[in-house]
């Protein structure tokens, strides 16, 4: 079972955890924050594809994920689809298909599945690099951990094989620390929460996560929980963050190693940043939501099954300041 369909199936699993009245104020704030043009948009008033898959992971998790909500984004799907896309957009605009066409029956564009394999090797093959992995940008000459997570999984939806599978895990491998975490790039000297997230789900797609590999970083994401129950970006970071502390929890129980404590202490940090209006926010510094962020908060409060603690704040959380 390949990390995509492992991950989706937690997520399908993950909903119904969430309870009714949860959903309803959660629903009724990711809708309005449907752009006009028919995707989602982060904190500016236009729909971006990033956030759109992030409102439709949400719809997923929210029970409000149809026929009627797919197709009102067609339309800014669609002129999304006749651009060239970066490897996040593509990767973004491929889950979007993967879930309306799987989950919704929704076909978000025309192509064949032969023409969707051309056009994402088209799209991915100018940024794949001589060292097996997938560069940020055009102009990097190293592959980066993160984006070659993304890229495998755009191969994945299209259905395309993984060119040079020794290599892309040589390379993968090459990026471990000595303190059990990945980083990004090789000159890169600190280990992060995220590029060890995404380095664990590539080597468990190449059917290469070794029991030394798993525990040493086991140990790294350990490290990186903090007192408010959070897990940090790295050791440098100044506070804990949601998106950390969700990709550490689902790393953790991909390794089979998220225990009910470090669980709790998670679900209590990201339950912090809930708006009891809908929406989380990312950090304790931060005093917006946005969709992504609200995704993770929903996601890390139900995945372990666990119920987060009744919300402290009637009026939305306060921000605390440096």
Known sequence: MSFAVNFAIRLMAAAPRIPPDRKAKHTEWLL???AAGGGFRGRSDSPDLYYTAFGVRCALLLDCLDAEFL???LPFLRRQAQGTLATVDLASYLSIAFTAELLGGVAIDDRTPEERKAWVA??????QRSDGGWAKSLNSA???TYHTFLALQCLEIADIPIPEPRRVVAMVRQRQAADGGFVDLPFLRESGTNPTAAALAVLY???ALDSQTSEEACRFLRHMQREDGG???STRAPCSDLLSTFTAMVSLDLLNALDPSTADAAITYASRLEYPAGGFRGVTLDDQRDVEYTFYGLAATAWSGNTPPPHPWPDGPPVDRL
């Open 32 to 34: 309005a924050q449907k």
């Open 71 to 73: 197709r009102g984004m």
């Open 122 to 127: 088209a799209l991915l093959t100018p940024y």
């Open 142 to 144: 190293l592959g980066s």
């Open 205 to 207: 797609d190449l059917d």
């Open 231 to 233: 897990f940090a970006a």
